[in-house]
């Protein structure tokens, strides 16, 4: 059996630590401010600066959809597959320098399902919906695991239809 050499130096720093850990413990320093903290004087506020605008849900033609491109710093919405999604949040991805760009304003329901940035991508705005009809099943789960991140990611605020439903 080893026995308890004070000699080691490794055993004398240990004792040391263990005797100051438990003296502070024991008797901790309480000392009192130098100054009051002024920063929290009128109390604690978790009331937001401005409250964030409101979002009606609306109905949205692909006409009425266009002009939601984030030019000139505006919103900036896009559908997929009939869901028109309020993506100004995301203007570096969405804007009108974005990567995704030419999808703001638009129906971009096959773009997303083939996973396709191109502009024949888009269904012209004076142009019924397209119907996705030719879609394959993969392409379908693209779009439908799109439609689940923005669903997660921004806010869901209106339903596109055909040009003349409104």
């Not at 030019?71 to 995301?90: E, H, M, S």
């Not at 760009?101 to 997303?112: E, I, L, P, Q, V």
């Not at 940035?117 to 379908?140: A, S």
Request: charged letters at 20%; aromatic letters at 12%; proline letters at 8%.
């Amino acid at each position: 059996m080893p026995s308890f050499d004070l000699g080691s130096p490794v055993n004398t720093a240990l004792l040391l630590y263990i005797l100051y850990s438990v003296q502070r413990i024991l008797f901790p320093i309480t000392s009192s401010p130098k100054s009051t903290p002024n920063e929290f004087k009128a109390g604690y506020s978790w009331m937001p600066k401005a409250h964030p605008p409101t979002v009606l849900f609306k109905t949205y033609t692909p006409k009425t959809l266009e002009p939601f491109s984030g030019q000139d710093g505006g919103r900036i919405l896009l559908a997929i597959n009939g869901t028109v999604f309020d993506v100004t949040a995301g203007r570096n991805f969405y804007g009108p320098n974005g990567m995704y760009g030419n999808f703001a304003g638009r129906d971009a329901s096959r773009g997303m399902a083939k996973q396709s940035f191109d502009l024949e991508m888009l269904t012209p705005v004076d142009q019924p919906l397209d119907k996705l009809e030719d879609l394959q099943n993969d392409e379908i789960d693209n779009m439908k695991g799109w439609i689940d991140h923005f669903s997660n990611k921004y806010i869901v605020c209106g339903k596109l239809v055909e040009n003349d439903a409104i």
